[in-house]
């Protein structure tokens, strides 16, 4: 904790060191929005439309519990005319940061807050902090967008009927997107139904479309995986005969690893369900460098991996790779 306040302390006083300079010279008159992840920026690029340019702090592969802000990304936050990131201290080493951006009167949204409290998971052990991993979920996500209309419009009022009617079309989208993923999970049969993954980053998906969820590594990816719980987890895995289990793109496979040595080890089999997204998004310019691209592929991967029916290129046929 000492570190990410440390470091926090650091940025504001670089920031505030940075003001001073002359701004970068912007590409046209359009507001510009910074995002902290991509799976925010996408929204706040849909509900935006052509009124502001968004860019995304992070991109692909990118993991935001570790992110330490770069002198671009310090030069993009002083001189963005809006600000928007999760916040519920996924973005762990820049939270204080961008609070005291926000205390400092700059337009500094975190769309967590849009989520009632009792709404929240509050896991023992994220020692009291709510997990921030909201977008797993997507109805609960979809309340990030109304939130992010709303700002915008604060922001920029001549555009609150654009962004209002953006954000009304991408809700209906995100209704068919968790109808999508409630059914191909269902389709799991119900001793594989069990989702073993890198980091706790499933939580709210696996609360939203029943299916229970082990991680390696705990909540934040700063801890290491003991051998205790990789020894539990080999032992569970080998009980059930869960048949993949999933490494995610933001993430070093190697603790990963050592649960499939130990699996086999044992006698037993077990194959690599492929890559979910889980704190960061595909390729920039892809079908899965979208928010809904990303959790179609995650859902879909899923869903075929431990035994369920799901199409192969996924809701719509987009998916650019063929899930097992
Ligand atoms: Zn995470």
């Known amino acids: 904790m000492f570190h990410w306040l440390f470091a926090g302390l650091l940025l504001a006083a670089t920031l505030t060191g940075c003001q001073a300079e002359a701004a970068p010279q912007k590409a046209n008159d359009k507001p510009q929005i910074l995002a902290t992840v991509g799976m ?10 052509d009124r502001a340019d968004v860019v995304a702090m992070m991109g692909p592969g990118v993991d935001p519990h570790l992110h330490k802000p770069t002198r671009r990304d310090v030069r993009a936050l002083a001189s963005a005319d809006a600000i928007f990131y999760v916040g519920l201290t996924l973005e762990g080493r820049m939270a204080d940061a ?28 994220f020692e009291g902090h709510p997990d921030p991993h909201i977008w797993m979920d997507v109805r609960l996500w979809s309340r ?32 068919g997107l968790d109808d999508y993923v409630r059914q191909v999970v ?10 073993v993954t890198a980091h706790d980053a499933f939580g709210y998906f ?23 719980d990789i020894t539990g987890l080999v032992d569970f895995l080998v009980t059930n005969d869960v048949p993949a289990i999933f490494i ?42 979208t928010y809904i691209g990303m959790i179609d592929h995650n859902a879909t ?5 431990l ?17 097992k």
């Open 40 to 49: 925010l920026a996408d929204v706040v690029t849909v509900v935006a439309g």
């Open 98 to 125: 961008l609070e005291r951006l926000r205390l400092s009167g700059r337009h500094v949204v975190a769309v967590g807050e849009a989520i009632p409290s009792d709404l929240l998971r509050h896991p023992d052990e």
């Open 144 to 175: 990030s967008v109304d939130r992010i209309a709303t700002s915008l419009a604060e922001f920029d009022p001549e555009g609150a009927e654009t962004y209002r009617r953006n954000a009304a079309a991408y809700q209906r989208e995100l209704r």
């Open 186 to 195: 269902a389709t799991i049969p119900s001793r594989q139904r069990q989702l």
């Open 206 to 228: 696996s609360r939203a479309y029943d299916i229970p969820v082990h991680s390696v590594q705990g909540i934040t990816t700063e801890s290491e995986a003991g051998l205790a």
């Open 248 to 289: 995610e793109t933001s993430l070093s496979p190697r603790n990963l690893q050592a649960v499939l040595a130990g699996v086999e080890a044992r006698g037993a089999s077990i194959s690599i369900g492929g890559e979910l997204f889980s704190d960061a998004m595909g390729a920039d310019g892809t079908y899965e460098g």
């Open 301 to 305: 991967a899923i869903a075929r991996a």
């Open 307 to 323: 035994g369920g029916d799901a199409p192969e290129r996924g809701m719509a046929g987009r998916l650019s790779t063929v899930t």
